[in-house]
């Protein structure tokens, strides 16, 4: 799956916690040590599964429930791996995501009550053994992000709607995850100024990966 040296990185958070701003440093940072790097996001990110993405972050909030997101969410990292993902890292490209199948675990699951054990098992029919080699998740309060995430530009997405419950639910499932996976999980205080948080970032992925 991967070439010579490659690695899959994810970055993770609730909503408005500054992931594609810290993945922005993060490539620039990597692609100055020479490293080449393909950022993508999801769901999205492949042509394939940016059609997906439509129908998941638009419209009512009860448009779909918890299983046929979970599905839909599955199907566009499916369509991501394969014509994406999977293609970069064997050419010896590394790959950073903005939220993977942590994000599923983490609004499907602990947000919708989705159980965990059936997320699992349509991790192994879509995605199978293949797992990302770090994941940085970023936590701050859930009042901090949703006001973050209402003035940045573009509409809100039908998750933002979900209300705070639910996003609480959300932080805490990103937090048990990070506590249930620490080899592969580093949880990063998020709360802090931009060049703090890019610190702790850049920092994080010096421990984990030597880079
Ligand atoms: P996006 O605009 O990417 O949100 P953000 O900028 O906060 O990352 O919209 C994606 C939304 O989809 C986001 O609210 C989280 C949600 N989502 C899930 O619920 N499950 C998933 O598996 C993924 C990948 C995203």
New binding site residues.
Partial sequence: MRGTGARFITLE?????G??THIRYLAEHLRGLGIEVVTT????GSPGAEVI?KL??EGPSEAWDATA??LL?FA??RDLLVHTIWPALRQGQWVIS????D??R???GY?HGLALAEIETLYRLAVGDFVPDFTVILDLPVETGLKR?ATRA?SE????RFGTDFHQRVREGFRQIAAAEPARCVLIDADAPLDTVRARVLQAVRDRLGV
């Fill in positions: 958070g609730g909503e408005g916690a992931k594609s996001r999801e769901p999205g993405r998941l972050v997101e979970a969410m566009a990292r903005d939220r993977f199948a994000s599923t983490a609004y499907q947000g995430a573009g997405n039908r998750f933002e």
